[in-house]
């Protein structure tokens, strides 16, 4: 297993990648092709005794976070995350992890490894730590302006995803709406909401944001505007209210005391809040695993991108999911 | 002062109402007319002692959760929030206050009282508790697809809100999008910040969706389709949280010790996701004061709405608004 991960991509590369990657080596046992420049990396891997089972593969340029994605890759044929697909494209890794520009891994993914037959446009794919069941939320941020028949095969590669990857029967699938009632929402999902009914798919019709954290559904299909920025927001709100619990607890000798006496709880109430424990985003629909991290992405977010990128190539995930894909469009285009 | 209060709206109507409606006489010493049917009404009235300060005023008709705003109340003359906001027209009564059909709310307060001067799109506007200050975030659901222009008079009715209501000066504006960077964002929100751009106003650029939590940018931007997801989201979290949490802690005995010591600290933080304390959320842009409320909402969540529109009467909010308004305005078209 070797996974090549775009040292350049987020907003402290390449050095915190470069501790992500020691990580995954040293906790994973995986093999790592670190993609970027050779001397900002090699500065950063001198500071460690041992650089085993990691490679350096040099490249000269970069897509920054304030580029235009589509525009950069194309110019840019050298950027570490066009060099780091072409090495997937080789077979010389199976994977790619990136916490840089993320229109830029999705331009970079369908211009190298080509997308899935069935699909139009690759999405981004979060799972949420739902209260009842893990909710996986799609698109995050790869398309910020869709159409009907997008969201609609947004939907198809998350029932794809949930299932053969995550191993979930028949998931229901939910629009994110703004309430559950059919003539609420706005044009684009009225419109998604009769292609998903005419489908095979699981489909229960409109859910709310408050519904990608019961676990009610185990899909929830919007745009990448608003995945986006629902992503976001929940990340806030859990770093708000994980330090406004602490601060309020540490204000007075008995809530000190309590933060003692229940800090076993308490770490495991954290932990349920943590995104880094994702890692990353992946990629769907897109013929390869390509996972998205965060820019501001901590060593341990990055290490378990990388852990949950290995885990999608071990599982067959791509050839799985295109699999799902043709036994859906087969039943859909039959009914 | 009179609040009127649309007693058929909601998902526990008009049970919860008329309950909201008794706690604000007693705790705020508010007069409080219930526009709805009779019979319903004074069912849920018999069960109470005393009926002071509180006027049944009869109508026939309501506007169901599931029914198209705008039609229905075009077409229900005989609406509870239709006639509700006649009361205002007519000098019956001060405010409104529902958990209706926010749409229906919207239309019903724009056919019977008009918008102000400069305002195209009424919108609602929720205060959310940031870490460092309070959040403005606009719109969150009275209009679902909106055009540039729109978004940019949210900002100038929040902005004129946060001024002359909240007291904060020269109040920070953002608007909600995918990155900080400039060419992210769909085409909507890429065309609204030019016109933030060359106002008067305090525009940052734009935000994402942590910021709600952050306190950064006192006010955020956003169409109600995207606000309405994030309010709704952040509700939803805030709920899973606290429940996680509780049960967490009450699963070990030192969970338990824990829980009786910091009873104190752990009461503020939750205290600090409690939606029901902002009550509802004030339809700004409207020539008179309409607070909507979520349709779930508890008593205390009614209490705290109607108390939110008494404020906002006594502080001569209207007035202060039109000319806030106007001053914008001319600065604006002045430049």
Redesign the interface.
């Known amino acids: 297993m070797n996974v090549a991960v775009d040292a350049m991509g987020g907003d402290h590369a390449p050095g915190v990648i470069v501790r992500g990657a020691f990580l995954a080596v040293s906790e994973l046992g995986i093999d790592i092709t670190l993609v970027g420049h050779e001397e900002a990396i090699a500065e950063e891997l001198s500071s460690y005794r041992s650089a085993d089972h990691i490679t350096l593969h040099h490249c000269e340029e970069a897509v920054q976070?304030?580029?235009?994605?589509l525009k950069a890759v194309r110019k840019k044929k050298d950027a570490s995350i066009r060099v780091a697909f072409g090495l997937v494209k080789r077979g010389e890794a199976d994977a790619v992890v990136s916490a840089g520009n993320s229109?830029a891994t999705l331009a970079a993914a369908v211009l190298t490894l080509g997308r899935l037959k069935g699909v139009d446009r690759p999405a981004l794919a979060s799972i949420f730590p739902g209260?009842k069941a893990p909710v996986v939320l799609i698109d995050v941020?790869a398309n910020?302006?869709c159409r009907p028949a997008h969201l609609f095969q947004f939907g198809v590669m998350a029932h794809a995803f949930t299932t053969s990857i995550l191993g979930v029967e028949n998931p229901k699938i939910g629009l994110?709406?703004?309430?559950e009632?059919?003539?609420?929402?706005?044009?684009q999902?009225r419109l998604a909401r009769e292609l998903f009914k005419e489908s095979k798919l699981n489909f229960v019709g409109n859910v709310?944001?408050?519904?990608?954290?019961?676990g009610d559904v185990e899909i929830i299909v919007?745009d990448?505007?608003?995945g986006?920025?629902?992503?976001?927001?929940?990340?806030?709100?859990?770093?708000?209210?994980t330090?406004?619990?602490q601060r309020?607890?540490m204000?007075?000798l008995?809530?000190r005391?309590?933060?003692?006496?229940?800090s076993?709880?308490?770490g495991?109430?954290k932990r349920?809040?943590d995104y880094e424990a994702y890692g990353g985003a992946p990629l769907l629909g897109i013929n390869g695993v390509g996972i998205v991290c965060h820019g501001g992405s901590t060593p341990r977010a990055i290490k378990n991108a990388i852990k949950l990128a290995a885990q999608y190539v071990r599982d067959g995930g791509v050839d799985k999911m295109t699999g799902e894909l043709n036994s859906i469009e087969a039943e859909t285009f039959a009914s």
Do not use: H, Q, Y
């Open positions: 976070m304030d580029e235009a994605p229109g209260e941020g910020v302006d994110l709406s703004i309430g009632e059919r003539s609420k929402g706005n044009e999902v709310e944001g408050r519904d990608i954290f019961t919007c990448g505007f608003v986006n920025v629902a992503l976001k927001l929940s990340e806030g709100m859990g770093e708000v209210m330090k406004s619990l309020e607890l204000s007075s008995m809530g005391a309590s933060l003692l006496l229940g076993r709880p308490l495991r109430f349920k809040l």
